[in-house]
């Protein structure tokens, strides 16, 4: 069996979200970065096998470490591009809508709190919207690296890199403005698509917060 992950395809041309996504940043982003997170994350995984097989865990912290590392790049990275679009109007669904005025009482806190988030994300990291099934609402994460910060089995609906070779290219140290032009290549349709796949199951997973 073929256990080897794929990158995804980007879903538009590489000059598709100009020019508040520059084809220069977004080639070097998706074809040398992300290409590099999906093939160490295979080569680790093959490592491991290799371990497996020969009942050598002398490097298992290193190689389990590589995995959360690479792994979570190579799945954020996939996440990130497929959340992003030509700068075309799309918007957050009722149901969405309804979760997000709900959770953060508007949609114009919501947008608030996640650019602050993101803009104050430190280091190398990402700022997410996620489900989390086990308090049954939606949150805002800062995450640092690709690993680190989460709420164990969050589900992210739309996120946006804030490692400086996702925007220093184009809006130099300028993270505001970055965050600013973000929102016009947001990708509703498939950020309401995520939200749908949760609206399925969210009410037949018991939070683990209650007795069982
Ligand atoms: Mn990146």
Same mark, same amino acid.
């Given at each position: 069996? +073929? =256990?080897?992950? =794929?990158?995804?395809?980007? %879903?538009? %041309?590489? +000059?598709?979200?100009? #020019?508040?996504?520059?084809?220069?940043?977004?080639?070097?982003?998706?074809?040398?970065?992300?290409?590099?997170?999906?093939?160490?994350?295979?080569?680790? &995984?093959?490592?491991?096998?290799?371990?497996?097989? /020969? !009942? +050598?865990? @002398? !490097?298992?912290?290193?190689?389990?470490?590589?995995?959360?590392?690479?792994? /979570?790049?190579?799945?954020?990275?996939?996440?990130?591009?497929?959340?992003?679009? %030509? %700068?075309?109007?799309?918007? #957050? /669904?009722?149901?969405?809508?309804?979760? *997000?005025?709900?959770?953060?009482?508007?949609?114009?806190?919501? $947008?608030? &709190?996640?650019? =602050?988030?993101?803009?104050?994300?430190?280091?190398?990291?990402?700022?997410?919207?996620?489900?989390?099934?086990?308090? !049954?609402?939606?949150?805002?994460?800062?995450?640092?690296?690709? &690993?680190?910060?989460?709420?164990?089995?969050?589900?992210?609906?739309? *996120?946006? +890199?804030?490692? @400086?070779?996702?925007?220093?290219? &184009?809006?130099?140290?300028?993270?505001? =403005?970055? *965050? !600013?032009?973000?929102?016009?290549?947001?990708?509703?349709?498939?950020?309401?698509?995520?939200? @749908?796949?949760?609206?399925?199951? $969210?009410?037949?997973?018991? #939070? *683990?917060?209650? #007795?069982?």
């Amino acid at each position: 069996m +073929d =256990e080897r992950i =794929e990158k995804i395809e980007l %879903p538009y %041309p590489l +000059d598709a979200l100009e #020019p508040y996504y520059s084809k220069e940043t977004l080639k070097i982003h998706y074809e040398t970065l992300y290409t590099g997170y999906v093939n160490n994350t295979n080569k680790v &995984q093959e490592k491991l096998k290799r371990a497996r097989e /020969s !009942n +050598d865990y @002398e !490097n298992i912290k290193c190689l389990e470490k590589e995995l959360s590392f690479q792994g /979570s790049g190579a799945i954020l990275h996939g996440l990130f591009f497929e959340n992003m679009g %030509p %700068p075309v109007p799309t918007s #957050p /669904s009722i149901n969405l809508m309804e979760q *997000i005025n709900k959770n953060f009482g508007s949609f114009e806190k919501f $947008k608030t &709190q996640f650019s =602050e988030a993101a803009k104050v994300v430190e280091a190398s990291g990402w700022c997410l919207l996620v489900w989390v099934s086990n308090f !049954n609402k939606l949150e805002i994460l800062q995450c640092e690296k690709h &690993q680190n910060l989460t709420l164990w089995g969050c589900k992210p609906l739309f *996120i946006i +890199d804030m490692w @400086e070779h996702s925007y220093f290219l &184009q809006y130099k140290a300028n993270k505001a =403005e970055y *965050i !600013n032009a973000f929102w016009n290549i947001v990708n509703w349709n498939i950020v309401n698509k995520r939200f @749908e796949k949760i609206r399925m199951v $969210k009410n037949t997973i018991h #939070p *683990i917060t209650k #007795p069982l």
